[in-house]
């Protein structure tokens, strides 16, 4: 089973910028779907971005224009590029895969700051 691992997180000021990363264990290529997703305090983690192996990709509506998810395959590592942060950004960042109904193991995430 590809296991996943996130990095890139930290603290920034309202209006920086921050690069995720998400390093797969095996190859990426041949998955459904990649996704990266967010969790605060008290809510449940929701979807941030996706991308679908047929090159189809979509965004919250609340990272619409600010967020940019793509793969590497070469590398098997799925990037989300996260520009003009706002506060309500703030939580931790977990990737995750989809492939033949099934999800991968949720990694242990990497924590978001943005300060006003």
């Known amino acids: 089973q590809v296991q996943l691992m996130e990095s890139g997180g930290g603290l920034v000021q309202e209006g920086g910028s921050l690069r995720l990363s998400c390093a797969a264990s095996g190859d990426i290529s041949s998955m459904d779907a990649l996704s990266w997703y967010r969790q605060v305090p008290g809510k449940e983690r929701g979807v941030v971005a996706v991308?679908?192996?047929?090159?189809?990709?979509t965004y919250a509506d609340s990272v619409k224009g600010r967020f940019t998810i793509w793969r590497d395959h070469a590398t098997n590592t799925v990037w989300l590029q996260m520009n003009a942060l706002k506060p309500e950004d703030t939580g931790v960042y977990y990737c995750?895969?989809?492939?033949?109904?099934?999800?991968?193991?949720w990694g242990q995430g990497t924590r978001v700051t943005v300060s006003p």
């Open positions: 995750n895969w989809w492939h033949d109904n099934a999800r991968g193991p």
């Open positions: 991308s679908i192996r047929d090159g189809t990709i």
